[in-house]
């Protein structure tokens, strides 16, 4: 099945066939504004999963419901970065 991985300064992005997953590595300020880690390591915090064919508009994130979906792309996303 063909994978693509992006990686973002803030996020690292996978999707394979109708699954969508996103590691944010952000922490925010009280206020809302994004806190920006002083680390060149990535270290998520966050994971959105979206079903891109039922959801493609990324309303509502899966990952709560889907671990296991979770898992296999967050492995997929290390992989990649491990080439990089």
């Keep these: 099945m063909p994978r693509v ?3 973002l300064y803030l996020d690292r992005r996978s999707i ?7 590691m ?3 922490s925010r300020f009280p206020d809302g504004r994004v806190q920006l880690r002083p680390s060149f390591t990535f270290t998520p915090d ?6 891109l064919l039922d ?3 990324e309303a509502k ?4 419901m889907h671990p296991q979906r979770v898992t296999e ?9 491990a080439d990089q």
């Design 5 to 7: 991985c992006v990686a």
């Design 16 to 22: 394979e066939g109708r699954w969508k997953l996103i």
């Design 24 to 26: 944010l590595n952000t």
């Design 46 to 51: 966050k994971f959105e999963l979206y079903d």
């Design 55 to 57: 959801e493609p508009h």
């Design 61 to 64: 994130s899966l990952a709560s």
């Design 73 to 81: 792309l967050r492995r997929h996303i290390e992989e990649w970065s």
